[in-house]
Nanobody, 116 residues
Framework: QLVESGGGLVQAGGSLRLSCAAS????????MGWYRQAPGKQRELVAL???????NYADSVKGRFTISRDNAENTVYLQMDSLKPEDTAVYYC????????????WGQGTQVTVSS
């Protein structure tokens, strides 16, 4: 089970930190990702982190967002800085056995709204 938290309303240029707490004993053996879905748009990948800490980012968030994980706490984070109105979306946490394989587990999502 994946449970996201940390969403909210922020002004453009501000920051938010999303958290995703995972239950179970397999967290350290799962690649984790953050995805987002804006109204009327398809869900898109935001950032991925593999089991050894390697990361990938969507071009639209490179240099502004940072994904990290704490295997001792079974938690993955998304630090979002310099937020823009176009970052407004529901953000989802997901787990996969490895990068490149579609996620098998999803969280319920957390709303992020960036006002201009």
């Amino acid at each position: 089970q994946l449970v996201e938290s940390g969403g909210g309303l922020v002004q453009a240029g501000g920051s938010l930190r999303l958290s995703c707490a995972a239950s179970g004993s397999l967290f350290s053996r799962r690649a984790m990702g953050w995805y987002r879905q804006a109204p009327g748009k398809q869900r898109e990948l935001v950032a991925l982190i593999n089991t050894s800490g390697g990361t990938n980012y969507a071009d639209s968030v490179k240099g502004r967002f940072t994904i990290s994980r704490d295997n001792a706490e079974n938690t993955v984070y998304l630090q979002m800085d310099s937020l823009k109105p176009e970052d407004t979306a529901v953000y989802y946490c997901a787990a996969t056995i490895r990068i490149g394989v579609p996620p098998g587990s999803w969280g319920q999502g957390t709303q992020v709204t960036v006002s201009s």
